[in-house]
C-alpha cells in the first residue's frame, strides 16, 4: 500500500470492511440466482472496475452491483447497485455521501423499468444530516459506526482509534500490528464486525431481499383515443365532458398508457406515443425475466 502511514491505515479499514460484506453479498447473489459484479476482471467489460453508464452517457465506477441474467460474459439486468465507504471526519464524510448519491441516482434512473434497490455500507462517522437526506432520497444503508470499528479491532489487540493530530508513528504502529495477524485472524476480524452489527446486516439484507424478490402483480393498459380539447373556463370543460360521446371509437389513437404494479406496491408508468413503443417497453420487462 503506497501512501502515509495514515493513509494506509484507511485503507486497511476499508479492506476490512469489503472483507467482511463481500462473504454477505456473495451468498445473497447465490441464494437468489444473481451475478454479483464488483472490481476485477470480466469478460463482458473492459478493464477491471465495476464500471456502469447513465442515460446521458455518463460513467460511475461503483463498489457492487447485483445483476439479474447476468454472468462472467454477459451483462443482465441490475437489481442493486451498492457502494461501500469508510470515512473518519465528518467534513469528509458529507463529501463522500453526496458522491454516493451523484454515482448511484443517475444510475437509478437510467435503469428504472427494473427498480433497482439503493444502498450504501457506511462505516466510521457519518452525520445524522447525511444519513436521514440519504435514506429520503431511498437509500437503505447499513451503518457501522467509528465506536463499533474501534471496539472491533480492541478485541485483536488493535488500537484503531486515531484523530487528526495523531503522527504518522503511531500510525504505522497501527499499520504493522495488523500485519502480524495471521491470515485467519483477520478473517476472523472482519466476520466479528458483521457479527457485532447483526442487527443492522440483518434489516439491510431484508430490505434488500424484498427489493430483488418483488414481482410483477398487475399491468394496467389504458388505449387513449380522441383529440385533447382546451376550455377557458370550469363551466365548459363540465358542459362538454357531460355531452360527450363516450361511445365513440372511432377516434384516433392518441397514446398508450401502461402501469406495472409490483407486489412491494412500487408503479412503474409509462406513456407511448404509438403502439410500437408500447410494445417495445413491454418486451423489454418479458427479456428481464419479470
Not at 256 to 266: L, M, R, V
Request: charge should be positive.
Amino acid at each position: 500500500m503506497a501512501g502515509s502511514p495514515a493513509h494506509r491505515w484507511g485503507q486497511i479499514i476499508g479492506k476490512v470492511l469489503e472483507a467482511a460484506v463481500l462473504p454477505i453479498l456473495t451468498e445473497f447473489a447465490g441464494k437468489h440466482h444473481l451475478y454479483l459484479d464488483r472490481h476485477g476482471a470480466r469478460p463482458a467489460r473492459q478493464g477491471k472496475k465495476c464500471r456502469w453508464f447513465d442515460g446521458n452517457g455518463n460513467s460511475h465506477d461503483l463498489d457492487y452491483v447485483l445483476e439479474r441474467g447476468g454472468s462472467p460474459e454477459k451483462i443482465g439486468t441490475p437489481v442493486a447497485f451498492l457502494e461501500a465507504a469508510w470515512r473518519r471526519y465528518t467534513k469528509h464524510s458529507r463529501n463522500k455521501a453526496q458522491e454516493i448519491q451523484g454515482a448511484i441516482l443517475p444510475l437509478a434512473e437510467t435503469y428504472r423499468n427494473s427498480a433497482p434497490f439503493k444502498g450504501a455500507i457506511l462505516a466510521g462517522v457519518f452525520t445524522n444530516g447525511a444519513l436521514s437526506q440519504m435514506r429520503s432520497l431511498g437509500f437503505t444503508l447499513l451503518y457501522f459506526p467509528y465506536k463499533m470499528i474501534v471496539s472491533t479491532f480492541a478485541e485483536f489487540g488493535i488500537d484503531a482509534s486515531f484523530e487528526e493530530d495523531t503522527p504518522d508513528r503511531e500510525f504505522q504502529k497501527k499499520v504493522d500490528r495488523f500485519k502480524t495477524l495471521p491470515g485467519k485472524k483477520q478473517s476472523e476480524l472482519a466476520a466479528r464486525l458483521m457479527k457485532k452489527n447483526a442487527r443492522r446486516v440483518d434489516e439491510f439484507i431484508r430490505e434488500l431481499t424484498r427489493s430483488v424478490s418483488m414481482r410483477i402483480e398487475r399491468i394496467v393498459v389504458l388505449p387513449l383515443h380522441g383529440s385533447a380539447e382546451q376550455f377557458p373556463g370550469i363551466e365548459f370543460a363540465i358542459h362538454f365532458i357531460q355531452s360527450y360521446n363516450a361511445n365513440d371509437g372511432v377516434k384516433p389513437i392518441q397514446r398508450y398508457e401502461i402501469q406495472i404494479h409490483y407486489s412491494n406496491e412500487d408503479v412503474i408508468e409509462g406513456r407511448f406515443a404509438d403502439k410500437e413503443t408500447a410494445l417495445k417497453f413491454l418486451e423489454g420487462y418479458r427479456l428481464r425475466g419479470q
